[in-house]
């Protein structure tokens, strides 16, 4: 790796120094040609050749979303965007960073592929929480992905099946993640990376878009294993579902167009990207675009992949942050508010009703409330134990955590959906919270498990100062345990509420027929 230089498919590419010497940075790598006019709404394709060497110094376009930390009142403007609005943003967003610790190209090191959140409507891929140099220092690759979002990473209509019929409808972020895990199998090894030893990782609908991986034909082979933060997928039997069927995104983009004034899909793709966003963000969150089961990229949903076997075959780590029952208590459906939506809840639970009326039995409207306030209906709980469970009963390897530490700075001091990002990618040093010597030890524990996971597929190991981490069991139904990450690691049996496990039993028996 003379001069920083790097050659891959398209051209040679010339990275910086890190901050840390010992990491070379190539921000802004092209994977794919950038989506504007004709490609609006189209299927990624492969980047043009260049001329000449490439500079790679600065960090490409995010796509077009709500200005992240444009708002200083908002909480995860100090939290995660403090310095957003710098940004640059553009329809032009499909580029990666890599960093590597490699000296000559020739290294072969396990590679880290991160899929960034943020309800797949905003978000980017060197947000404050990530110090991707300071991972890649500890013997990895790193590769942090782009993609598209929002309307312009999943809007389906009818023209464009019609357009298209072959190709796949309404998940272009989607499909551009899995390009660019394709663009690394083709042309890591010139930055020291084993294609064969790839990690995918996200959080949120990061971690919903590595499960779309897992479930997509499209993206067999690609990496060997996953880590799904704070959203694994369950359809529950005993709530309404929400998948997103590709009629039901069609008409999401009939209506759009209506409501916005467009008369046809060349009107759209004429129109300033700018302004289309604003018309999306003007017509108010109701009008969200997210992944769609549209028989191509993914034939079925995630959760319907998982109990049927048909993830990749890989090992995962999945789990989820305490504080984020109070964040997501309602994630995924409605919850019975009154006794009368409450019978009409038994009525779906047929004949199983009564065996729940054991558990829950309430005589008023402030009694359901109570009842479905509690843990026992946070999604992301009961979701992540079930896949472990389907993950068991599939002779797969599947390590789940509770992460659960008191976050300094705040009066509320719980775990809040993203916490546990700062101490999986040890970037306490990036945030204004006021963290101690505590708060870096188990950061030195949680990003040695992703660590080792990286390099092993097995999260257990040493830390990196070469001392033993406490023993962490991938999960098991003959003797389930889960990992509590509190001040410091320990796993323990786990202790499902009456209600708890009624729901998982029943979503699971529902599942299996």
Not at 37 to 66: F, K, M, T
Not at 268 to 294: C, H, I, N, Q, W
Not at 469 to 474: D, F, I, M, N, S
């Amino acid at each position: 790796m003379k001069d920083r230089i790097v050659q891959v498919e398209q051209g040679l590419l010339r990275g910086m120094f890190g901050s840390d010497p010992r990491v070379k940075v190539f921000r802004g790598v092209p994977y794919a040609k950038p989506p504007v006019g004709d490609l609006r709404w189209h299927s990624p394709v492969e980047a043009e050749p260049w001329e000449g060497i490439l500079n790679c110094y600065e960090y490409g376009q995010i796509s077009i979303q709500s200005v992240p930390g444009g708002d200083p009142n908002e909480f995860w403007t100090r939290e995660l965007h403090p310095c957003g609005p710098e940004f640059k943003m553009g329809e032009d967003c499909l580029y990666l960073n890599i960093y590597t610790p490699a000296k000559t190209g020739k290294e072969k090191l396990p590679v880290f592929c991160y899929i960034h959140g943020g309800g797949y409507q905003g978000g980017y891929a060197f947000e404050q929480e990530f110090d991707w140099e300071h991972l890649a220092a500890r013997g990895v690759v790193v590769v942090g992905i782009t993609y598209r979002l929002g309307l312009f990473g999943f809007l389906a209509h009818p023209e464009l099946s019609a357009e298209a019929p072959d190709a796949p409808k309404g998940n272009y972020g989607v499909e551009d993640q899995c390009f660019a895990l394709k663009w690394v199998q083709k042309n890591i090894a010139a930055f020291g990376g084993d294609p064969e030893k790839v990690t995918i990782a996200g959080q949120s609908a990061g971690a919903g878009s590595v499960q779309t991986q897992l479930t997509t034909p499209f993206a067999e082979g690609l990496f060997r294993g996953a880590i799904i933060q704070s959203s694994l997928t369950a359809e529950f039997a005993d709530l309404p579902g929400n998948k997103r069927t590709l009629a039901d995104a069609e008409a999401t983009g009939e209506e759009f167009f209506r409501l916005a004034g467009i008369g046809s899909l060349e009107e759209a793709r004429a129109m300033d990207a700018f302004a289309l966003f604003e018309k999306t963000r003007l017509l108010g969150r109701g009008m969200r675009f997210s992944p769609v089961t549209d028989g191509i990229f993914l034939k079925e949903s995630t959760f319907e992949a998982l109990k049927n076997g048909r993830w990749h075959n890989v090992p995962i780590i999945a789990g989820y942050n305490a504080g984020e029952v109070r964040m997501f208590n309602r994630f995924g459906g409605a919850l019975p508010k009154t006794l009368e939506e409450f019978n009409t809840y038994l009525e779906r639970l047929g004949d199983c009703g009564p065996e729940f009326l054991k558990y829950a039995d309430p005589k008023s409207d402030a009694e359901v409330a109570a009842i479905f306030e509690k843990d026992d209906y946070a999604h992301l709980i009961a979701a992540t134990l079930i896949g472990g469970r389907i993950y068991d009963a599939q002779g797969r390897k599947a390590w789940l955590y509770n992460f659960e530490h008191e976050m300094p700075g705040d009066e509320d001091t719980s775990a809040f959906h993203g916490a546990e990002l700062w101490f999986a990618y040890d970037s306490l040093n990036r945030s204004w919270r006021p963290f101690t010597g505590k708060d870096e030890d188990l950061a030195r524990a949680v990003s040695s498990y992703w660590i080792n996971f990286i390099k092993t597929g097995d999260p257990n190991g040493c830390d990196k100062h070469g001392f033993p981490l406490p023993k962490w069991p991938a999960y098991s139904d003959a003797a389930p345990k889960i990992m509590h990450f509190t001040d410091a690691p320990r796993a323990e049996a786990l202790d499902l509420s009456p209600i708890l496990a009624f729901r998982m039993d029943f979503t699971l028996e529902q599942a299996i027929k």
